[in-house]
C-alpha cells in the first residue's frame, strides 16, 4: 500500500489530489444514525416507511456511502460543469470517487436490479455547507421510487389506466393543497413527449403526489397528537394543514415539483421528487419501464417531529437526549425535552483578504446543487452542543484538521519570496472550524464584510459562537481554539488578521 492510500471500513481508496474529506468525516460513516435503535432519524425513517409497503416498494438501507462520480452525478445526467461537482461543495476521495451527496446516487443501480416495482433507499448523505443550527455537513436522506412496465399492462386496459388504478389504494385525506400549475410546462417543466403521452404523465404525476401527500399527512397528525398530548392548543395543532406543489428542476426527472408545507408562519420546504427521466432508465437496462422519484431529507422532518432545535443534537451520545426517543408501534411521538441551557460564548475574527482572492461565497448559495433538502430550520432556538470532538487533542492544528489536503497546506514561507495562496471559500473557513472545535461550534456567521475605500483590500468578519452541552466553556478553552483558528487562517490562506 502507497502512503495515500485509505482504508473505510475495509475497503481501500487511492487518494490524489483531488481528496478532500476530512478524518472527521470519515470516521463518522460508522455511526448510520439512521439504525440507531430508537434514535429520532430511525423513528422518522420508519414512519414515512409505514406509508409505502412490501412487496410493492423494497427497503435498502445499508447501502455504501463512497460512491463512483458516475454514480453520484453522471448516470443521473448532471452536465460536467454543474456546480454540485465542486470540491467546494462535495467531498472527493479521488478524482472518480466522493462521499454521496444524496440517495439518488443508486437511482440507477437499484432500477438496474429489477427486484421490484419501487424502492425505498435511506441512508447518511455528505455536503460540504456552513456551520448553523439547521445545516451539518452530514444528513439522511430517503429516496423513493415507483415504477410500471410497459410489456406488463393487460390486454385490454392501458398503463395510465393501471397508474390511475393503483392510486385507489392511497388513503383520502382533507390536506389543503395548492398545485396551481397543469402537471407540466412546455419550458420550465416540461413533458418527455418522446417517451409520455400527456395521460401517462398525468397519472405518474398524481400518483407521485397523492403518494406524497399521504406521508405529509402521516408525519404532521403525529406532531399536532404530540403537540396536543403536550398540553398546547397554538395555531399549529388547530390550522388545517396546508401544502403546495412548486415547480422544481433536477437532471434526472421531468417534469419536477418540490412539495412545501406551511409551518409555523412559513412554507417549508420538504421534497424534491419528479417523473424519472426515460434516459436514465434506459441506461439502467429497464426501457420499458416508467415511473416516479422522490428525495426527502430525515433530519428536517424530525427536527419538526419531536421539536428538535439544532441539528447537531442527532449526533450526541448524550443519554439524556438518546433516552428521550423510543420506537412505539402506535407511531406515538413525545417530543424533546432541552436539557441544557449553558451559555454560549460568541467570538468574532476580522481579517483582510489577500490582494488576489475573490469575494467569498455566501452560504446561500452553497446548496444549489440538488437544490433540494439540506434540513432546515425555521425552528426556534435555545440550543447546545454535543459529543466529544477534536478540540482536547495536543495534536498540530493539521494533525487534527485532517490528513487531506483540502484546502492545501500553505507552502512552507522564506522570508523573501511571495507566497502564493489559495482562494479563501466561507466554505473553507466553515470545514476549519469544524475541525479545531468540532460540535462545540454552534455557528459561524458572516457579520461584516468590506472594501478599504483606498486601497481595495477586502475586509470580512465572522462572529463564531462557541457552545457546549454539558457545561459552560471557560474563556481560556474558547480563546485556545479560537487563537488556533486564526493562526491557521493566516497559514493556509495569507489572510491578515484584524
Ligand atoms: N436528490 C435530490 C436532492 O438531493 C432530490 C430528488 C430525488 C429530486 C429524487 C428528484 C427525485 O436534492
Request: glycine residues 4%; contains cysteine; negative net charge.
Amino acid at each position: 500500500a502507497t502512503s495515500n492510500q485509505i482504508t473505510v471500513e475495509g475497503k481501500a481508496y487511492d487518494t490524489d489530489e483531488w481528496m478532500n474529506a476530512p478524518s472527521s468525516i470519515l470516521s463518522s460513516i460508522s455511526r448510520r444514525l439512521h439504525l440507531q435503535p430508537d434514535h429520532p432519524i430511525t423513528i422518522t425513517r420508519k414512519l414515512i416507511e409505514s406509508r409505502f409497503p412490501a412487496p410493492t416498494y423494497q427497503k435498502h438501507n445499508t447501502l455504501f456511502p463512497i460512491v463512483s462520480v458516475g454514480q453520484n452525478f453522471d448516470s443521473l445526467g448532471f452536465p460536467a460543469d454543474h456546480v454540485g461537482r465542486s470540491r467546494n461543495d462535495t467531498y472527493y476521495i479521488n478524482k472518480s470517487t466522493v462521499l454521496r451527496t444524496h440517495t439518488s446516487a443508486h437511482q440507477a443501480d437499484t432500477f438496474r436490479a429489477k427486484t421490484s416495482e419501487g424502492f425505498l433507499i435511506s441512508a447518511d448523505v455528505y455536503r460540504r455547507d456552513a456551520i448553523d443550527r439547521s445545516h451539518y455537513p452530514i444528513f439522511h436522506q430517503m429516496e423513493g421510487a415507483r415504477t410500471w412496465s410497459r410489456s406488463a399492462v393487460p390486454e385490454g386496459t392501458t398503463l395510465a389506466r393501471q397508474v390511475w388504478d393503483d392510486l385507489k389504494t392511497i388513503p383520502k385525506h382533507d390536506l389543503v393543497v395548492e398545485d396551481p400549475n397543469p402537471s407540466f410546462h412546455p419550458d420550465r417543466n416540461p413533458l418527455q413527449s418522446d417517451h409520455h403521452s400527456p395521460e401517462e404523465a398525468e397519472a405518474i404525476a398524481t400518483h407521485l403526489k397523492r403518494s406524497l401527500e399521504d406521508v405529509v399527512v402521516t408525519i404532521f397528525s403525529a406532531v399536532r397528537a404530540a403537540a396536543a398530548a403536550a398540553g398546547g392548543s397554538s395555531a399549529s395543532t388547530s390550522e388545517p394543514l396546508k401544502v403546495r406543489w412548486v415547480e422544481a428542476y433536477f437532471p434526472f426527472t421531468s417534469p419536477s415539483w418540490e412539495l412545501e408545507v406551511f409551518w409555523q408562519n412559513d412554507w417549508l420546504e420538504v421534497l424534491g421528487c419528479g417523473v424519472v427521466r426515460q434516459r436514465l432508465l434506459d441506461s439502467a437496462g429497464v426501457p420499458d419501464r416508467v415511473g416516479w422519484a422522490f428525495g426527502i431529507g430525515l433530519e428536517r422532518i424530525a427536527m419538526l417531529l419531536f421539536e428538535i432545535p439544532d441539528i447537531r443534537l442527532f449526533w450526541s451520545r448524550d443519554p439524556r437526549f438518546l433516552d428521550q426517543f423510543r420506537e412505539r408501534v402506535d407511531g406515538k411521538i413525545t417530543r424533546f425535552k432541552e436539557f441544557s441551557k449553558y451559555p454560549p460564548a460568541p467570538r468574532d475574527v476580522a481579517f483582510w483578504l489577500p490582494r488576489s482572492t475573490p469575494a467569498a461565497r455566501t452560504p446561500d448559495s452553497t446548496n444549489e446543487p440538488h437544490s433540494a433538502p439540506n434540513p432546515a430550520g425555521g425552528l426556534a432556538p435555545e440550543s447546545a452542543s454535543n459529543a466529544p470532538s477534536s478540540s482536547t487533542t495536543t495534536n498540530s492544528p493539521s494533525a487534527s484538521v485532517s490528513s487531506t489536503s483540502d484546502p492545501p497546506p500553505a507552502p512552507a514561507s522564506s522570508s523573501t519570496a511571495t507566497t502564493t495562496y489559495p482562494p479563501f471559500h466561507e466554505n473553507d473557513l466553515t470545514e476549519l472550524v469544524r475541525a479545531i472545535a468540532g460540535d462545540l461550534a454552534e455557528s459561524v456567521t458572516l457579520i461584516d464584510a468590506f472594501a478599504h475605500p483606498k486601497t481595495g483590500r477586502q475586509s470580512r468578519c465572522y462572529r463564531i459562537v462557541y457552545r457546549r452541552l454539558e457545561r459552560t466553556l471557560t474563556s481560556e478553552e474558547v480563546a485556545g481554539l479560537h487563537e488556533r483558528i486564526g493562526r491557521e487562517l493566516v497559514a493556509r490562506w495569507g489572510v491578515e488578521l484584524r
